[in-house]
């Protein structure tokens, strides 16, 4: 199963909308400081998720 999600970065006030079939480990990979997806997205917040079951 894979979730879409969007983060909205206050800091930068925009919007990323991204999919994982970990969401809670891709959270982090985004909001962790040094890491390229941080670069825009650090202390972002989870706006909207949806469940699929496939990408394709």
């Known amino acids: ?3 879409v999600y969007a ?3 206050p800091d930068y006030d925009k ?3 991204g999919y994982t079939s970990n969401l809670q480990q891709r959270l982090l ?6 890491t ?3 670069n825009y997205h ?5 706006v909207s998720e949806s469940h ?3 990408h394709h």
Do not use: A, D, R, V
């Open 1 to 3: 199963m894979y979730t």
């Open 7 to 9: 983060l909205h970065s």
């Open 15 to 17: 919007i990323y909308i």
């Open 29 to 34: 990979s985004h909001n962790k400081l040094g």
């Open 36 to 38: 390229k997806s941080c």
């Open 42 to 46: 650090c202390h972002s917040e989870l």
């Open 52 to 54: 699929l079951l496939s």
